[in-house]
C-alpha cells in the first residue's frame, strides 16, 4: 500500500520493523538536530548516536531533562573529525542513518563520499525531497539538494535513485515527470530533448518500476484539468508523484515555495550511498529534520 502522508510513513517505521534503527549525527550539540532525533526516540523511530563535544551535548541534554546512555556519546571536538567519527559508525554497522547536525556541510560531505572511508557504492549521490501540501497528496521534488546541473546520464540515476525510496513507500510504479516549460520538444530547449530521452529510456526498460513522462509542464503535472485542457494526454499528467526539476536552482526553489508559501511540511535526504544521509539547511525547522530522520528510517 502507497504511503501518502508523513503519518503512514511515520506509523509503518512504529510497526514495520523489529529492530530500532539509530542515527549518527555529526556536530551533536546543535539544538534543532538533537530535539528532532529526541523526539524520534520517543516515538519509537530511532536511537541516537551523538558525536561532537561532549561537554556541549551534556549541557543541551540538561536542559532538554533527558540523557542517553554513555556509550552513546562520542567526544570528537573539532568538526571535521566529528564528521568523519560519524561516517565511522555507519560504516562499522553502529548506525543506519547519518546526520548533518553543527558542521560545514562541505566537511560533512566530503568526509560521506571519500572513496576510501566514506559511503560511497559507486553511484551517483542524489537529493530525495519529499512534500505534504495541504490537502494533497504526498509529491517529491528532485534533485534540488546535491546535483546542479544534471546531464541525462544522471537524470537517469536521479530518477533511479528515486523511485527506489517510492518503492520502499508503498509505491508500486510511481508517476515520474520529468519538467519543462513547455509539453513539446524544442531543440533549443536542451531540457525538453533529455525529457523525451528518458521517456524512451522508460519505455524501453532502461529506467524501471515507473512510468517517466515528458516533457511536461509543472501545471500538467499536477492537475489533471489543465491537461485536459491543453489536451495533454498522459497517465502521469494530474498524478505525478516525482516531479524532475531541470537543475538544481529550480528544484531548490519549488521546494522552497512549496515550504513557504503552500505551507509544506518537507523531508529530504540523499540517497545512493550505502545509507540514507540527512542533508537539511541551515533554516529547516526541528519538525523537518525529525520528518527527514522518519523519511530515512523508512528508505534503509
Known amino acids: 500500500m502507497a504511503l501518502k502522508s508523513f503519518y503512514d510513513i511515520m506509523f509503518q517505521v512504529q510497526a514495520g520493523s523489529k529492530k530500532r534503527r539509530r542515527v549518527v549525527i555529526a556536530g551533536a550539540a546543535d539544538e534543532q538536530s538533537m530535539l528532532a532525533a529526541l523526539e524520534a526516540r520517543v516515538r519509537g523511530v530511532t536511537d541516537p ?3 561532537g563535544s561532549r561537554k556541549q ?16 556519546i562520542i567526544d570528537v571536538k573539532d568538526p571535521v573529525p566529528a564528521c568523519e567519527a560519524a561516517v565511522a559508525c555507519v560504516r562499522e554497522g553502529r548506525a543506519d542513518v547519518l546526520m548533518k547536525g553543527m558542521v560545514e556541510t562541505k566537511d560533512f560531505l566530503k568526509a560521506a563520499v571519500s572513496e576510501e572511508k566514506g559511503l560511497s557504492r559507486g553511484k551517483l549521490m542524489s537529493h530525495v525531497a519529499l512534500f505534504e501540501i495541504p490537502g494533497k497528496k504526498l509529491i517529491s521534488v528532485v534533485d534540488g539538494g546535491m546535483v546542479c546541473y544534471p546531464t541525462l546520464k544522471e537524470k537517469k540515476e536521479i530518477i533511479v535513485n528515486t523511485v527506489e525510496v517510492f518503492h520502499k ?6 508517476k515520474v515527470a520529468v519538467l519543462a516549460c513547455v509539453e513539446f520538444v524544442n531543440s533549443g530547449m536542451p531540457e525538453t ?10 519505455r524501453k526498460g532502461q529506467i524501471k518500476g515507473c512510468i517517466v513522462d515528458g516533457p511536461i509542464s509543472y501545471d500538467c503535472a499536477v492537475s489533471r484539468e489543465i491537461a485536459d485542457l491543453k489536451e495533454y494526454d ?3 499528467a494530474g498524478h505525478a508523484d516525482i516531479l524532475v526539476a531541470p537543475d538544481i536552482h529550480t528544484g531548490n526553489i519549488m521546494g522552497k515555495i512549496y515550504t513557504c508559501d503552500c505551507h509544506a511540511r518537507m523531508a529530504g ?12 539547511s541551515r533554516g529547516s525547522s526541528a519538525e523537518e529534520k525529525y520528518l527527514s530522520i522518519v523519511l530515512s528510517a523508512a528508505a534503509v
Open 49 to 51: 548516536v551523538l558525536v
Open 57 to 72: 551535548i551534556l549541557k543541551l541534554l540538561k536542559e532538554f531533562h533527558t540523557s542517553v546512555p554513555e556509550e552513546d
Open 169 to 174: 513507500l508503498g509505491y508500486r510504479r510511481p
Open 193 to 202: 530533448v533529455d525529457a523525451e530521452k528518458l521517456k524512451e529510456m522508460n
Open 234 to 236: 498522459s497517465p502521469v
Open 269 to 280: 535526504f540523499v540517497t545512493g550511498a550505502k545509507c540514507p544521509i540527512v542533508l537539511t
